[in-house]
Each structure stands twice: as C-alpha cells, then as structure tokens.
C-alpha cells in the first residue's frame, strides 16, 4: 500500500545497501572496532567541522542512544531538562526513567523549548533553598526538528546553548531526523552549525536512509571515560558493528546524508502544497518531513482505505490531526495517488 | 585477511542478505508488527514444534536479550543461577547487574552446570533460615553450545528442566550459536527438544548467518505481558524490526538454519583434523564450531602474522589456549591456508 | 531559638520516648519480627478497620517508603500519576526514578489533583494509538494533608478510588502528615475511611510524633510477596525494627497518634488567628498544621532572626511565602512569643 | 528470654538512651544539619585522626550504608571485589545489584580476602584481552570484623590498602561490628589506623550501641559531590538527622565507643571459656564478640528452648553451627545461665 506513515517504511536507501552488499564478504573484527566504523567516524567528524577530540560512536536505534547518552553523561544528581512533548518524556516507555534518570519537563511551544524558559526554571531551581533535596538540571535535551517537525534557527539554538553553560549544563541534541531538520529550506543550521553549538548529538540513521543505527558524536573531547564498556553494560554494542559502520561510511560519502534529506524536503513541500490546494487545514506549520494536517473524520476513515498515515491527536470531536511523512522512499507516483483521493 | 577469530567476521549469509535486497522497497509497519516477523514468527514456532500459545520476538543482539529476557521474567526477590563462566557474568560488562539483576554464579565444569549442583545450591538456600535476606534463586541461565564450545545432552537438559520446576525457576537457555550447538555430531538434542526442554530461549542469528538478531521464544503462554513495552523501555525496540523479521524469516525457510549450523560444524571437523593431525593438544574437546588449542607462545606470535584467531586465556608460562571458530563464511581455502602454516 | 520551622524540629513525643526507655533492655528479635512491631501492628488494623488481608509494615523515612511502596507495587510497564508539587515529583532527588519508576504529574491545585482531571488522563492515553511506546498509568499518588497542607474530602477521596478501580490503577496515600489531615477541622475523613477509600497508604511517624518510622497499611491482600526482601534489597529494613515497633505501638495506644494531631491543629489554628488577627494574608487556606503566609521581604529578615520557619517561594518582587508549623511540640509560649513580633 | 542471638537485641547503651532522652526537647533543624550532627563528626574524625579534608555522614543501616558508599563511589564502568560470604554478596536480597553495581566476589578463608588473591584477580583482568567487555574492578570491600568475627591485622589491611591503590581501587570497610574488631585482644589495630589505611569506612552503631545508625567516614576528601543529595536519592536521608547525630556524639564521648566494644569482648572472651571447658568444638577462631559453636544436633534442640542464639549452617548430619554473640547487653548472668545449661 502507498504509504506516508512515517519515515522509516522501507529498507535501507539503495546507495546505503548496495554497500552493505559490496562489504557482505570481508572479515572483519566485531563490536565497531572495525574499519568502516572508523572511517565513517573520520568522514562524519569532517562533515561536521570537528577535530581530533571528538568522538563518534554507533548505537543501533534513536531509544537506546538517548538511554545511553543521557544516563553516561549526567552526574548522579542530575536529571534532563526537555519539553513535555520531548521524546524522552513522552514516547519512549520511561526508558531514561529505568536508567535511573529523572525527566524535567517543560511546557514547551510547537514541540519547541527557549532558552529563557530554560534559564527561568534554573534560576528558580538554584534560588529555591531546598534545592539540595531536589533533582539538579544537569543537561537540556532538544530534538531537532522536534517531534511536531519544527526547527530550531541558528539564534535559538545559540541562546540555549549559552544558558546551558551559564548553568553547568550539556545540551544534548537528538536528530533522529537531523537530515530533515538541515535540509528545510526555513533552516539557517548547517550540521557543522549543529556540531559547534551542543555538547553531544546524534545524526539519525534509522529515520534518515539507514535500516537501524544512530551515530552519537561528542564534538569536544568529552567522551565518557570506557564508553565501549558503558555502551556494552546497557545492552547496545552491536557485535557486528560494520552493519552500522558500512551505512554510515555510505551515508557520509558523496554528500547521500544531504541528499536524502533535501529530496524528502522537496517531496514534503509538494505533499504540503497538494493538501494546501485542495483547502486542507495543517495543525502546525512544519518546515520539514513531518506534515500534521487535520482530517475530517469521515475523511479519515476514506483515506485510511487506500494509503497509510500516522493518527496523532484528537482535534475535535469531528476533526483528528494525522501525519503525512516523507522520505528517501517517496515516489512522485505515491503522491500523484495520494493528490488522487482528497 | 584469512580469519577464525571469530563467527561474526562476515556480513550476512548471501541468502539472508538477499532477502534483505528483495524486500527492501517494500512498505511495512514499524516496531516488529511487520508481515515479516510476522511470517519468521510462524516458522520458528513450527520449527521448534511449539503452539499458539508460544511467542516470539526480535532483539537487535545477545547481551540485550539477555537482559531484557533475564530482568523481565525474573520476580522482584529472585536471581539467576548461572555457571561462573557464563556469557552473563563474566563477559556482559555487568549488563544485568545494571538491570538490578543479580547473578548467582555456579562453579561450571567446561562452561556447564549439572541439575545436581542447582539442586545443592537450592536445597541449602531454602535450608538457610536467613533466606528471606538473600536473592531467591528464580531462573537457571545456561549457554547452549557454552562459552567453551560445549553442549549438553538431552539428558541432561532434562534433568536441568526439572531440578528447575522442582524449585520453581525458570529454564533460560542462550541460544547465540545454537545453531553450531544442534548441529554438533555429539549432540542428541532437536531445535523441538530445546523448545520443550525449557521456559524461554534465544536462536541466535548474529552468530549464526544473520547481520543480527536474536529470535526469543517463550515456549509456553509464558511471555510478560506488554512485552513490547517492556522492550521499549530497555531501549531494544528496533524501528525497523523487518530487519530482524525478514532475516529470520530467511533463516527458518528450506532449512537455511540447519544448513548453516551443519557447515560450519563440517569446516570445525576438519579444521580439529588439520590440528591434531599435526600434534597440536586442545584445551578441550569441544564438539561444536569453537575450537580451543593450545599454542606455543612463539608459534603463536608467527600464526597471528597470517591468520585471524581469539585468544582466550594463559595456559603456562610458554603456551597459550587460543580460539579458531568457523562459520558459514569459512572456505577451504581458509582452512588450506591455515594447514599450511602449522 | 523558638521554632515553627517543621513538624520534626523535636525529638519524640514525651509517650513515645517513655515507651523507648522502659523496653530498652528487652530481648527482642530483628528485623520487624518483634512483640511490638506485631503489637503495632495489630493496634493499627484495629484502628483502621481492617481484617486479616491487611498488612502492616515500618519503614524508617517518607522518601523511602514512597521509593518502597512505589517500585513493589507497580508492574513493570506502569509508572505513578501524580501532582506536579506532589512530594515524590517535586522534593525527594529523583528518589522512585533511581529505582527506574516515572512519574507522571499532573497539574494540581494547591496540592491536590482530582478524579475527573485523572480520568481525562486515562482515556487520553488508552486513545493514543501509540500507548504500547508510553508509560502505563498504574498507581495514583496523593499526599493528604498535601505539600500544601490541603486535605481531601470524603466524597473527593471516594471518587479518586472510583476513577483508579476504573482504568485498573492502584489509590496510595502517603500520609507523611496524616494526623493533621485526620484531625483538621475541615475534615469528614476518619482513618476507617482513608484504609477503606485506597488500596495502600502510610501513617506518617516522622512528622506526627516519633523519632522516625512510617507504618505502611497493604489494605487488601495486596502486599508484594516476600516484602520483606524487597525491602531489605531496597536498603530500608531496620535491625532494630523494635525502635519503629516500640514507637508505632505507642502511637496507637489511648489514642495518642489522634491526641498529636488535635494538639498541633489547635496549636495552628491559634497562630492562624494571630497572623490574621495582625492583618497579614495566607498564601492559601490551610487547614492543617501547615500554615503558608506571604511576608514583606523587611518583616521577613526582622522576623527570622528572632524565630525559625520554612521558606516556601518567592510571592513578588518584596514579599515572600513562608511556611510556620506547629506539632506535639508547640506551646503556648511559642504562639504568644510569635505573637509578639507581629 | 536470655539471648546471645545477636549483638542487636537489645534497646540502645544506657548512655546513649539518656542523651536522646535529655536532648529530646530541643528545636533542632532536620536532614543532619543539626548541631549533634556536627558534634559528632568532629568527635569521630578527632578519634581517627583525621583532618578538615575528612567527611562524615550518618545513615540509619548497614545494607544501606552499603549501598549508598558502593553506588556512589564507583564508577560506571566498576564493581567491587569481596570475599564470597561478604555481607553485600550473601546476605543483603542484592541491594547492591539493585543499584546497578556487580560483586566481583573472591573465595575467602574464615570471611578474609587477602592482598595477593585481589592483586591476582586483577593482574588476570587486565591481563585480558576483552576486559573491556567486563566488569572493571573498582572498590575492594571488607568487612571488620568479617561475617565470622574473624579480623585483619594492620600487616594484612596495609597490604590490602596498597594493592587496591596499585590497581586504582579505592578500599571500602564495612565495620557494622568495628567497636568489636578494635578491642579484640588479638588485634593490633586502632581506630586512626583502620581510618588512615582505607579510603571510606563505617563505624557501626545499630550493632555497637546505637538504636540505629552508621557512621561513614571519608577519609580524604573523597566524599562523592552534593553526598546529601545522593543519600535523599536513595531514600536514606533521615528527617531527623538528629537520631543519629545524638546517638554517635555519645558514643564518642568519654570513650563509650571504645568500651563497649571492651565489655563485649571480655564476655566474649569469657563465654569462649565457658564453650571450650565443657568440651565443645568451635567451628573457627573467632577472635571477636561473635563465637561460632559446633552443637550435635541433640543438645541444640535442647539449648533453645532455654537460650536464643543464632543458626549458621549445618556441618555434619547430626551437628550444627550456630552463633552466640554478646554485646553492651550481655550480663554476668546470662553467662552463668548458659553455663548451667552446658
């Protein structure tokens, strides 16, 4: 079935498989200590314009890296700031909670957080004179886009970086979608932007034209000490990690990354402008992959029929928001038959 | 290079990954609910002559599955009993530890326990009158082939499975080369032995032909419920379960999972053959695909030149115990080479 | 210096002490197994009107027992709805989530959350088409008196039950405070109510009288097997478990538990008076012991260096809350000492 | 009944009793802020000879003292070496597992590890090629006196201290029963040594004197940041501190400390006597207050209905092992009665 359901419906981009193809028969040694997952470390650190103290490791999926990152990175006595519709806080079955790790919500705009909310709740946290007795904010995790498929611009994420220092904090970025997030064309980030103004992050792979794996990269020698060992202890080291350093090498060779997210881009603004001629209603304006528009209920029941979308929320009690993805994977056909049926 | 360092050297076996090459354009759902898994879920319980109240899923690699299966079933007051060897608790970096899971190691003999030493250790556990301050013994993990290559036999699984229900503990065995361990010429045991003979266990496919993947059975309405979730929040839900789905679904088709075991115990045949031939002694007579010889430091250093191999432990001052393990991957060529070399 | 800083300011109430000192050289067993922590025991099932099912266990501190009663009573895909300032989200150091459980907070209302705010969570997440990726609601958690020092009345305890019956959810009350909740004046609750209206919930030592201790009340054949090794593997079982037996067991002889709380709601009903008497606003009505008034940031210092009380938040810009308790321990002289500086 | 069933039958030493008694009125501030806090540990660090750099916290339990010293001090990647029948590996329902943390447990001789079995353990890890994949070693634990009231002399802790520093450990003493291992006439330890030849200890009070609470000592600065956050975190930290503070002021006051741990001893050393002159066997050498009987079956049937002592294990099929203890409680005529009873 024609499907928009989300951005991970196919197998790997084929440039992504035909590498793992070429590389099926090398012997190679296990757990990333093999040569692909060295030099798609080395290209990935190019791309981002980082150095020699920055690490780049591989995890097979977006949950896990955001349990092992947050859990290795934050002092016992922190927790993570985010927005209430973060990831982390919403969808991912309190997995950070079963790490040990205490979310700090806030109320966040359009799946979006600021950096003066960031810095009032850090401020009221140090002036409260119980504090000691309370989870201490050791790190601000944003995703980008978010999980509404908004963006954060070059001033936003500058500030929340500030104020993260200015109180001891890391900011962690989760680009499960980070392919989408620099190709939109609202998007003043590039990834070596993106690499300069956090602490850590990761280049989704799974989301982004890759069958599993994320590349978590600490841009600035501040790397867990025996992270192999950490990664190891929670479950997530891979014993064949070429599978995952042989997609990376190929999504980082020839500008594919790029590639992949700016044809998903080109296929999302056409898809926006299908619904938007045919008079349709978005939930939100979403400069990326993920498009939010709100369906008639019967409308929805028609269309579920033929192609396959996200339900997200309840918009009234006529009305439900549902969600269009692209991809890699979006035909010109799928969207000739999707304009087909509104 | 010429390498039996290990039985995850290669990619995939070339009819997994074509698999992998067929479906890959094809649109499924996410999280494992894939016609795939689907598909490969019905061929291992047929397989392991198993019926509808049996359940099976798909995680990403070993040491998670062990944990998720281990902290899952396991009640809050109990713990694993284990042989000291065992992949758990010698070389899982604390991975269930991690999980608040306590490991109760068993001095084994060649990496196996006997249902006469689980027995004494419950029998004298119960008889403790402080036992309610210590960790009730719930489960009995065991490695089938073990650390150490070696097997157990039908009788001895059952007597196994019985000291276990004796007890009220789970049977939990790791299958990550069950394959090799099916396919020994000394084993008696059938993948439907295995699946009646135990609560829970794992066909490992990383090991075994597959780029990864570990398939739990739960033999018998057994599987904890949401077991999806629970899944979730140990971060080892794969978006893309079709990679594990489709590649399972290989393995269990025309018997691709037998062949494989059988190949790989052949080229061990004969590469034991090739060493004693030439007088070479083995740590231990080890019926399956990893084979354990004893080295001369010196000849050691000139083999490592040319070939791939494990090193596994100090035998004496001058001679070191060191591993070749064969797989779907291994050539005649590679076994030629190394002949040539002794 | 006079204090109304806390409720645990003072040591043991001069009953409570006494029965310390005469069963000081007493041979008792370990562990909670003593004469008088089954005395206690049954003293508090008597009081609470509850049969044989019932279970009654002492924890030395709040934060533990929420940690203990939490994490045993929740199945393993649940996490706690509470409120937003409840204790357990707000003040106690990411105390459940160390032990890997998520707390789901609503937005309260002085403290207080209400059945229809829980039922809309509910049903909010069984219609997410994506609840098997999020925690499951399992338990509610209120506090009574609250953080606030508000209580629930009968009908709002009734219908909160009502609503966790509904959707599957356990009702636990931490009852830190609850002889002030029990003895307010706005109250129609008794403690046959609170046993009968949740499914557990504790009586608070700490703050209402003893050196340390909370009684936790399973009030239905639900206590978690083997409790008594999930609370030693949670660190929180006492050798000497006597001294919250010895404690509990005079708390509720002649009535003293009920006696504490009358004399400090009097005690704060009396400095009420007197703040409103003197003009000064609350920050809330509270009808317990806690007593939350907003001081000009002058009076404040002038005040604070002549008597000891709990800074709360911060009103404006120039003036603050504060917080003044009473207990067992406050006396007339402390009220007219008060009195004067106003 | 008389007992020697455990050195924590009694109430609290007379002395400590009458400072809580006498201090029991006084306003103090909570969380171990107060003054006896802080008068104690200044006592306590003065009798260890320690200086300014040196910290000292009350917590209420040894298995959570345990947990808290251990889960604190190690890092992520570590676990701690101990002697099998170690208390945190035998007798503690794995509440250091339930913290994430392995025990690394050795085989040890009547309750003792030595310096040369640690410095093989770890000379064989990492003399491993995959130790990275396993559970670094990071705390050596002891127990002083061990579980079988045996002690190490100041030659055996200097050679423990300088192996765990070799190895980059730090060394941890659980002296829930230290009052006793001091005074033994057998040992050649003092309390400034035990503090000046490890990195963190406790001074056991609930089994020393003390209704409740341990005193842990960090002897060089090396106390874990925001340690009172971390103790809330686990549910440890006490409201009122002052239960403890109190108590280990006295018990640092006039030397009590030392001579309750003397008067234990001599009874003791006296009940020894009594054992050896009627004929009995002992089952080791216990140079400390608890003494380990070898009993036929038959006359320990009889002996407990007059007397409490505690059962340890079975060592043959018609005799056990059980354990007398004595303490601050112990009297000249429980002893004489014992002796009628011989």
Redesign the interface.
């Known amino acids: 079935?024609?499907?928009f359901?989300?951005d991970?419906?196919?197998?790997?981009h084929?440039k992504v498989?035909q590498r793992?193809?070429e590389?099926?028969?090398?012997?190679?040694?296990?757990?990333g200590t093999d040569e692909y997952c060295a030099s798609a470390a080395r290209k990935i650190k190019k791309a981002c314009g980082l150095g020699d103290d920055a690490d780049v490791f591989f995890i097979?999926?977006?949950?896990?890296t955001n349990?092992?990152v947050i859990s290795?990175m934050l002092?016992?006595?922190e927790?993570v700031i985010c927005a209430d519709t973060g990831h982390i806080n919403?969808?991912?079955?309190?997995?950070i909670?079963?790490f040990?790790?205490?979310?700090l919500p806030l109320k966040g705009t359009a799946g979006k957080i600021t950096a003066v909310a960031v810095d009032e709740y850090c401020r009221t946290f140090y002036?409260?004179?119980?504090h000691?007795?309370?989870?201490?904010p050791g790190m601000v995790y944003i995703s980008l886009p978010t999980e509404y498929g908004t963006i954060y611009s070059k001033k936003e994420l500058t500030d929340l970086y500030e104020v993260c220092h200015k109180h001891d904090m890391a900011l962690f970025i989760d680009g499960a979608r980070l392919a989408y997030g620099l190709q939109s064309k609202s998007s003043d980030l590039t990834l070596k932007d993106v690499a300069a103004l956090c602490d850590v992050f990761y280049i989704g792979g799974?989301?982004c034209g890759a069958?599993?794996g994320e590349a978590v990269v600490f841009t600035k020698g501040n790397c867990?000490?025996?992270f192999?060992?950490?990664i190891?202890?929670?479950?997530?080291?891979?014993?064949?990690g070429?599978?995952m350093g042989v997609q990376f090498d190929a999504l980082f060779t020839d500008g594919l990354y790029e590639e992949i997210g700016r044809y998903a881009i080109d296929m999302a603004e056409r898809l926006k402008k299908i619904f938007a001629d045919k008079g349709y209603r978005f939930f939100l304006d979403s400069p990326t992959n993920q498009q939010f528009v709100i369906l008639d209920n019967s409308k929805l029941k028609e269309l579920e029929k033929k192609v396959?979308f996200g339900?997200w929320?309840?918009y009234s009690d006529t009305e439900t928001v549902v969600r269009f993805a692209t991809s890699w994977?979006t035909t010109e056909e799928d969207l000739k038959f999707l304009e087909s049926l509104l």
Chains 1, 2, 3, 4 share one sequence.
Not at 8 to 12: P, R, S
Not at 23 to 31: A, P, R, V, W
């Open positions: 079935m024609v499907s359901a989300s991970y419906i196919a197998g790997a084929p498989l793992l193809v590389t099926n028969h090398e012997n190679l040694s296990g757990y097979s999926g977006g949950t896990q349990q092992v290795t002092k016992d006595y927790g919403a969808h991912e079955a309190g997995a909670e079963y040990g790790v205490k979310a002036g409260d004179d119980n000691e007795h309370m989870v201490f799974t989301k069958l599993c867990p000490k025996h192999v060992n950490l190891k202890k929670r479950g997530a080291l891979l014993a064949k070429r599978l396959s339900f929320e309840k994977s």
